[in-house]
């Protein structure tokens, strides 16, 4: 059975952010808000935790992870970011973006669009992510908690307990979330090409 940690949406309380980050650092799955629906999580790099959130998803090995990061200069540390393109995610992040961008070689291999070397970005406009993130000092390696399945992202924590009690270590309830995944991106070409419109208004950049 997984653990349920109630975290206050606006004040995280520090106790259960380190509760959080340690389970993450010991190898767990967890589940946790974000400023659009909720999403599991695992620590970058663990390749047994990245197993099992496939496992959940019922996805293949091909599919890609996005890295959550904390701020634009931890998102230059694993993807190659000009002026331009720096200019373009200062301008909407904190929020509901996932960009696709080139890695860097602190990315793993194996996280990478195997052909294209990409990685998919974002910087959530959540209290509760920026907490752990800054208690981590290292992005967590996510994707959206959409079941196989499902046409939504799950959004209630009661209801990602009762459909996930069994699958995950943690679920970090954060009170009610959003049902649209993020906007997404690609930043890799001259012109950004939107891959997927979500929570995030894409207009400015179309």
């Given at each position: 059975?997984?653990?349920?940690?109630?975290?206050?949406?606006?004040?995280?309380?520090?106790?259960?952010?380190?509760?959080?980050v340690a389970r993450?650092?010991?190898?767990?799955?967890?589940?946790?808000?974000?400023?659009?629906?909720?999403?599991?999580g695992c620590q970058?790099?663990?390749?047994?935790?990245?197993?099992?959130?496939?496992?959940?998803?019922?996805?293949?090995?091909?599919?890609?992870?996005?890295?959550?990061?904390?701020?634009?200069?931890?998102?230059?540390?694993?993807?190659?970011?000009?002026?331009?393109?720096?200019?373009?995610?200062?301008?909407?992040?904190?929020?509901?973006?996932?960009?696709?961008?080139?890695?860097?070689?602190?990315?793993?291999?194996?996280?990478?669009?195997?052909?294209?070397?990409?990685?998919?970005?974002?910087?959530?406009?959540?209290?509760?992510?920026?907490?752990?993130?800054?208690?981590?000092?290292?992005?967590?390696?996510?994707?959206?908690?959409?079941?196989?399945?499902?046409?939504?992202?799950?959004?209630?924590p009661e209801e990602?307990?009762?459909?996930?009690?069994?699958?995950?270590?943690?679920?970090?309830?954060?009170?009610?979330?959003?049902?649209?995944?993020?906007?997404?991106?690609?930043?890799?070409?001259?012109?950004?090409?939107?891959?997927?419109?979500?929570?995030?208004?894409?207009?400015?950049?179309?």
């Open positions: 059975m997984s653990r349920v940690l109630q975290i206050h949406p606006a004040n995280p309380q520090p106790r259960l952010i380190a509760q959080a993450l650092r010991e190898g767990d799955v967890i589940v946790y808000p974000t400023d659009s629906s909720y999403a599991l970058l790099g663990d390749k047994a935790a990245a197993e099992r959130i496939r496992a959940i998803r019922q996805t293949d090995r091909h599919h890609n992870f996005t890295l959550v990061c904390r701020d634009l200069s931890e998102i230059a540390t694993y993807a190659k970011v000009d002026n331009r393109r720096y200019r373009l995610l200062k301008a909407v992040t904190p929020g509901a973006f996932t960009f696709i961008l080139q890695a860097t070689h602190e990315v793993p291999r194996r996280l990478q669009h195997p052909r294209r070397k990409t990685i998919g970005i974002r910087v959530p406009d959540n209290a509760i992510v920026s907490a752990l993130l800054a208690t981590l000092s290292e992005p967590i390696m996510s994707c959206t908690l959409i079941l196989p399945g499902d046409d939504w992202p799950l959004s209630d990602i307990e009762e459909r996930l009690a069994n699958e995950v270590d943690l679920i970090i309830d954060g009170g009610p979330g959003q049902r649209e995944p993020t906007t997404v991106l690609d930043l890799t070409e001259e012109a950004p090409q939107l891959i997927r419109q979500g929570l995030g208004d894409a207009s400015p950049f179309l």
